[in-house]
């Protein structure tokens, strides 16, 4: 029997090596437990990025605006993070979505006075898409304390007594294809 030369073993150790620190597209993003929970009883869909190098990134109930669930991409320069909200009969906010969704967007958004921002009603055609009676997508300059990047999107949609979902998108270039290919990132299952 013939003994492996210091070089094939060299090299079968740096591959072992390497498969573990290379990104592996398609890696499993699991939710919480409280988040899949939360996403049943609304009856909503998320549909993680899986052919990326998305992963998961720590929350903190301190953070400044909380979020159920972050995840971040070194090659599309992009991070998203997501708030569910389901409905509570007593709680303004699941009875009135888009007082929330300002309030939300405004919260991160910066104060700067020179610094706009956009807010678009989706139609229709988008709402039916997402399976939503109700929906917006705020684009802002974030706060420091939110986020490093230079760009924020917020897509809100709402469907009655079911709840309300937040999809956070941050990035640096406003020109980032990976924006439109993440923005349906959510929809609500069934009628």
Not at 106 to 123: C, K, Q, R
């Amino acid at each position: 029997m013939r003994r492996p030369s210091y070089l094939q073993v060299l090299s079968v150790s740096v591959g072992i090596l390497a498969l573990q620190f290379w990104p592996l597209y398609g890696q499993p993003l699991d939710f919480p437990a409280f988040l899949q929970e939360k996403l049943r009883s609304m009856q909503v869909e998320v549909y993680l990025p899986l052919d990326s190098d998305y992963r998961v990134r720590p929350t903190h109930p301190d953070d400044f605006q909380t979020c159920d669930y972050a995840i971040g991409s070194r090659s599309e320069k992009m991070e998203i993070r997501y708030l569910a909200m389901p409905y509570q009969k007593d709680d303004w906010e699941s009875q009135y979505p888009h007082i929330l969704a300002a309030r939300i967007a405004t919260h991160v958004a910066t104060n700067a006075e020179d610094v706009p921002m956009t807010l678009l009603s989706l139609g229709t055609k988008e709402l039916a898409e997402f399976n939503a009676d109700w929906g917006v997508v705020y684009f802002f300059t974030p706060k420091n304390l939110v986020a490093e990047r230079r760009f924020g999107e917020l897509l809100v949609l709402h469907k009655e007594e079911r709840g309300t979902i937040l999809v956070f998108f941050f990035f640096d270039d406003p020109d980032n294809p990976a924006i439109d290919l993440r923005f349906q990132s959510a929809r609500f299952i069934f009628k």
